[in-house]
């Protein structure tokens, strides 16, 4: 038996109620820079907590904190950070240049 959409049922289905996708209306809100708020918040808190465990470290091999479970926690967690962000600098990045190369 061929697949050739003679049997009545189409090949792909359309965005239509009848088979049951729901219609999908397009945004119309303000833009309130909501991507530049989020982007700035999380360099912000990704610095911060670099910073803090900067902060530990310096504090652990100074002698005046002698946790090393937490100090290494704390530099674990901002490199982890750290490396998330750069990961999404290089997303943004390749998107950048993607869309560059798009002929109009």
Not at 7 to 15: A, K, Q
Not at 79 to 98: C, P
């Amino acid at each position: 038996m061929a697949i050739d959409g003679a049997s009545g049922i189409p090949l792909i289905r359309p965005h239509t109620p009848e088979y049951g996708l729901p219609d999908v209306a397009p945004s119309t809100g303000p833009v309130d820079g909501s991507f530049k708020a989020a982007l700035e918040s999380a360099i912000g808190g990704t610095n911060a907590d670099i910073k803090s465990a900067q902060a530990a470290g310096e504090a652990f091999a100074s002698g005046a904190r002698d946790d090393i479970h937490g100090t290494m926690i704390a530099l674990s967690q901002a490199d982890i950070e750290l490396k998330f962000a750069n990961n999404i600098r290089s997303k943004v990045t390749d998107a950048f240049f993607e869309i560059w190369r798009m002929q109009i």
